[in-house]
């Protein structure tokens, strides 16, 4: 009897162990027809995955060798010592490289007598963290404004830096404007500034802590991804986690993009004012300095997933996110932006619904481009700016 019993207990071990055996088996071959067959594959950074999903196959493995590239340089961010400013270390890969000044693109000549300079400055969807040169914003802008003036040699130079809000931007830019030369002063930084006043306050706008590699912030390093658990490298639990929002998107049938938006409390919208005036005092402050210089500067707002109409799946999935993650934060982008107004002191170019009527997806993860939408961006910054540089010919 007893015998008995120990058989069927080792048994029952045996069969635990089989069905652990199994289960594990199963994880093992869902991670690798996940990772090989599905947009899932790739789970180390969320950058990439959301990639995947709205970035054709080419565009898709040139981000991945991108980012590879770009995880490379490792400590790569360089502080001017007494001010907020920081920019690359100069340093080539196969896919970008970066200038003695910080920036991406070939090292600054000579200015040549029939030449026009825009330093474009901004954040990563300038630099174009996942882009090949000529998917970037200011290579676009400069190819459409060569052909607008063929009888000139147009320079746009790319001077986008992961994280810039506009009180880097600005003084980045004094910084090296009369080093390069410049005619126009772009700045492109809006969504940084309004995500960090939101998450932060506007104490000074600081978004890092002293010595913070800016770069772990803002992008997840991918060596460090492969140290994690497992659980959160798993293409599967990342189906799984997929599977939950979109449940909980389907249950949440109400939520109709601005008309459910989460309202601004007082305080908040308090803090989206003062950002406001913030912003608007420093870009005036930055136009006048330039100005002195002989430089014109001009300010864009860019386009916005809340106001992009229609929504792609992978868009309202993102904007319902921000809801769920960080009510308020959606009505604080809105708010900004009506605060905002077109001008010429300084000027200020708006591209709010730059993307309305295009239902497929153009902002991957909510905030950055896709080559095409960066190529729409681009192009509209050259036509809001051809006017002008009519107009100082003309001087």
Same mark, same amino acid.
């Given at each position: 009897m007893r015998r008995s019993k120990r058989i069927d207990k080792i048994r029952s071990v045996k069969s635990v162990f089989l069905a652990l055996f199994l289960i594990a088996l199963l994880f093992a071959v869902s991670e690798l027809i996940l990772r090989e067959f599905s947009s899932f594959g790739d789970t180390l950074n969320n950058v990439e995955y959301y990639a995947s999903i709205a970035f054709t196959e080419e565009e898709r493995q040139t981000a991945i060798k991108a980012r590879e590239d770009f995880a490379s340089i490792g400590e790569r961010l360089v502080g001017v010592p007494g001010t907020v400013i920081f920019h690359y270390k100069k340093v080539r890969t196969d896919s970008f490289n970066f200038n003695s000044f910080g920036f991406r693109g070939e090292e600054p000549q000579k200015k040549e007598e029939n030449e026009y300079r825009i330093g474009v400055v901004g954040d990563s969807r300038i630099l174009g963290i996942l882009f090949v040169e000529e998917n970037t914003i200011p290579f676009v802008m400069q190819k459409r404004l060569q052909e607008e003036f063929p009888d000139k040699k147009i320079t746009v130079f790319n001077m986008g830096i992961e994280g810039y809000d506009l009180k880097r931007a600005a003084p980045f830019a004094e910084l090296n404007a009369e080093k390069l030369e410049l005619d126009m002063s772009v700045f492109y930084s809006t969504i940084v500034d309004i995500n960090n006043s939101f998450l932060r306050g506007n104490d000074d706008y600081k978004p890092f802590k002293p010595n913070e590699s800016v770069g772990e912030v803002m992008i997840e390093n991918i060596e460090g991804n492969r140290?994690?658990? *497992? !659980?959160?490298?798993?293409?599967?639990? +990342?189906?799984?986690?997929?599977?939950?929002?979109?449940?909980?998107?389907?249950?949440?049938?109400?939520?109709?993009?601005?008309?459910?938006?989460?309202?601004?409390?007082?305080?908040?919208?308090?803090?989206?004012?003062?950002? *406001? !005036?913030?912003?608007?005092?420093?870009? +005036?402050?930055?136009?006048?300095?330039?100005?002195e210089k002989g430089i014109k500067s001009v300010f864009f707002t860019p386009p916005l997933l809340q106001m992009k109409d229609p929504l792609s799946p992978a868009e309202y999935k993102i904007l319902y996110r921000n809801e769920v993650a960080l009510p308020g934060l959606n009505s604080y982008f809105l708010h900004f932006e009506k605060g905002i107004s077109e001008g010429e002191d300084p000027v200020f170019f708006k591209q709010s619904y730059l993307f309305k009527g295009y239902s497929e997806t153009m902002f991957y993860d909510g905030i950055h481009y896709i080559p095409k939408s960066a190529k729409l961006v681009g192009n509209n910054m050259a036509e809001r700016v051809i006017p002008l540089i009519k107009e100082s010919f003309k001087k």
């Amino acid at each position: 009897m007893r015998r008995s019993k120990r058989i069927d207990k080792i048994r029952s071990v045996k069969s635990v162990f089989l069905a652990l055996f199994l289960i594990a088996l199963l994880f093992a071959v869902s991670e690798l027809i996940l990772r090989e067959f599905s947009s899932f594959g790739d789970t180390l950074n969320n950058v990439e995955y959301y990639a995947s999903i709205a970035f054709t196959e080419e565009e898709r493995q040139t981000a991945i060798k991108a980012r590879e590239d770009f995880a490379s340089i490792g400590e790569r961010l360089v502080g001017v010592p007494g001010t907020v400013i920081f920019h690359y270390k100069k340093v080539r890969t196969d896919s970008f490289n970066f200038n003695s000044f910080g920036f991406r693109g070939e090292e600054p000549q000579k200015k040549e007598e029939n030449e026009y300079r825009i330093g474009v400055v901004g954040d990563s969807r300038i630099l174009g963290i996942l882009f090949v040169e000529e998917n970037t914003i200011p290579f676009v802008m400069q190819k459409r404004l060569q052909e607008e003036f063929p009888d000139k040699k147009i320079t746009v130079f790319n001077m986008g830096i992961e994280g810039y809000d506009l009180k880097r931007a600005a003084p980045f830019a004094e910084l090296n404007a009369e080093k390069l030369e410049l005619d126009m002063s772009v700045f492109y930084s809006t969504i940084v500034d309004i995500n960090n006043s939101f998450l932060r306050g506007n104490d000074d706008y600081k978004p890092f802590k002293p010595n913070e590699s800016v770069g772990e912030v803002m992008i997840e390093n991918i060596e460090g991804n492969r140290r994690r658990p *497992l !659980f959160q490298r798993s293409a599967v639990m +990342k189906v799984i986690t997929e599977t939950f929002y979109n449940d909980s998107i389907q249950k949440s049938g109400s939520f109709e993009k601005d008309a459910d938006f989460v309202p601004l409390i007082p305080e908040f919208e308090a803090r989206a004012d003062d950002l *406001l !005036f913030k912003f608007k005092s420093l870009a +005036k402050k930055t136009s006048d300095n330039l100005g002195e210089k002989g430089i014109k500067s001009v300010f864009f707002t860019p386009p916005l997933l809340q106001m992009k109409d229609p929504l792609s799946p992978a868009e309202y999935k993102i904007l319902y996110r921000n809801e769920v993650a960080l009510p308020g934060l959606n009505s604080y982008f809105l708010h900004f932006e009506k605060g905002i107004s077109e001008g010429e002191d300084p000027v200020f170019f708006k591209q709010s619904y730059l993307f309305k009527g295009y239902s497929e997806t153009m902002f991957y993860d909510g905030i950055h481009y896709i080559p095409k939408s960066a190529k729409l961006v681009g192009n509209n910054m050259a036509e809001r700016v051809i006017p002008l540089i009519k107009e100082s010919f003309k001087k």
